[in-house]
Nanobody
Framework: EVQLQASGGGLVQPGGSLRLSCKASGFISGDYAIGWFRQAPGKEREWVSSMSSSDGATYYGNSVKGRFSMSRDNAENTVFLQMNSLKAEDTAVYYC?????????????????WGQGTQVTVSS
């Protein structure tokens, strides 16, 4: 069983930065995508970014491209989401997920495993 632990959220002023972490435990056979999604109150879960386990290639949604970046620490089984130039509209609960068998997945239904979510609030 794969378990994901997301952390790093908090309150930050507009223009500030945060780094989220997602630590994975358990074994996943084959390639997979690991991604970040976010969900604001009253809205659907929105894809933010994805990384391929095979080559580390990263992909970003248009609303965060150029401001957010994913990285990984293979030794710690952890991926990170560095969020810069944060805006009020980035406020949401952020979830990390794993999509087994995918190179890069952007649909919620492609993800089989989810972390518990971490709250990011951007406000002055």
């Amino acid at each position: 069983e794969v378990q994901l632990q997301a952390s790093g959220g908090g309150l930050v002023q507009p223009g500030g930065s945060l780094r989220l972490s997602c630590k994975a435990s358990g074994f996943i056979s084959g390639d997979y995508a690991i991604g970040w999604f976010r969900q604001a109150p009253g809205k659907e879960r929105e894809w933010v970014s994805s990384m391929s386990s095979s080559d580390g290639a990263t992909y970003y949604g248009n609303s965060v491209k150029g401001r957010f970046s994913m990285s990984r620490d293979n030794a710690e089984n952890t991926v990170f989401l560095q969020m810069n130039s944060l805006k009020a509209e980035d406020t949401a609960v952020y979830y990390c997920g794993v999509a087994p068998g995918y190179y890069a997945a952007i649909k919620v239904e492609d993800y089989k495993y989810w972390g518990q979510g971490t709250q990011v609030t951007v406000s002055s």
